[in-house]
């Protein structure tokens, strides 16, 4: 899944580049970008409807990987996550170094009294 994952991501970007690319060599107001190409170059090089039709239409094909791309990223990592065999995987927290030991377990032994607090155990006393 990790593959597929990567080729996803690989084809966003990709798409993503083509379409910077593609809107900034369709043509602003009043000029035509085949005629940077040279004079009348522009019939030759994008088709006789011209360099507006073309870029538009692949800028239009751009966009659409783009999103596709983008459900299928989402749909890829909305999918369960997979047993991956690292180190820390069903380990008890009770084996982790430094984490905090478990409580022992309170005697349910009857008539027997709790351990007396060790310490300055001042939990008792009446504030002033």
Same mark, same amino acid.
């Given at each position: 899944?990790?593959?597929?994952?990567?080729l996803i991501v690989v084809l966003q970007v990709l798409s993503a580049l083509a379409i910077i690319g593609l809107v900034l060599l369709q043509h602003g107001k009043g000029a035509d970008?085949?005629?940077?190409?040279?004079?009348?170059?522009?019939?030759?090089?994008?088709?006789?409807?011209?360099?507006?039709?073309?870029?538009?239409?692949?800028?239009?094909?751009?966009?659409?990987?783009?999103?596709?791309?983008?459900?299928?990223?989402?749909?890829?990592?909305?999918?369960?996550?997979?047993?991956?065999?690292?180190?820390?995987?069903?380990?008890?927290?009770? *084996?982790?170094?430094?984490?905090?030991?478990?409580?022992?377990?309170?005697?349910?032994?009857?008539?027997?009294?709790?351990?007396?607090?060790?310490?300055? *155990?001042?939990?008792?006393?009446?504030?002033?």
């Amino acid at each position: 899944m990790n593959s597929m994952h990567t080729l996803i991501v690989v084809l966003q970007v990709l798409s993503a580049l083509a379409i910077i690319g593609l809107v900034l060599l369709q043509h602003g107001k009043g000029a035509d970008m085949g005629a940077s190409f040279g004079s009348g170059a522009s019939g030759s090089l994008f088709g006789a409807t011209g360099s507006s039709n073309f870029l538009s239409k692949m800028t239009a094909l751009a966009a659409v990987i783009f999103f596709s791309a983008t459900l299928g990223l989402a749909f890829v990592s909305n999918a369960p996550a997979t047993v991956g065999g690292g180190v820390m995987e069903n380990v008890p927290v009770s *084996d982790v170094p430094g984490a905090a030991p478990a409580a022992p377990a309170s005697s349910s032994v009857p008539g027997e009294k709790p351990a007396a607090p060790v310490g300055n *155990d001042r939990s008792n006393e009446v504030p002033k």
